[in-house]
């Protein structure tokens, strides 16, 4: 078993020096929906505090580099790629974030698409709360993983 718990009931690091080092990725995705008058400052790049969508893509991927110093257990990765994307869908004012992070170790990277999402999403709201301070982030998940112990899965 992977998780431990010491003899005085504390959690520690899961301890992965006897892990083979496999090629890993992981896809998380997530959801802010806005009003129309936000949603339309986006899109026309009218936000008074600048690109939103390009400081949210940098805060993602600043995120997922961080992850280790924002989750207490996890463990601090050599990410080799993240990404950061954004599908706008106009007719219902949201924006859907997709993230991407990659490296060759011994840990999964599902933490670190699921903090680039979240930071990313966070980053909108901040950037857009003058315009819609209603804002609503819903629907953060991992959507895809491969590599490791478990295998390659996607949500369907």
Known sequence: MLSHIDEHGQANMVDVSLKQVSSREAMAQGMISMSKQAFSEV???ENKKGDVIGVARIAGIQAA???ADLIPLCHPLALTKVAVDFE???PNSTIKITSLCKLAGKTGVEMEALTAVSV?????FDMCKAADPKMEIHSIRVIKKTGGKHGDWQRD
């Open 43 to 45: 899109i026309a790049n």
């Open 120 to 124: 990313a999403a966070l980053t909108l």
């Open 88 to 90: 706008l869908d106009e």
């Open 65 to 67: 580099k961080k992850c």
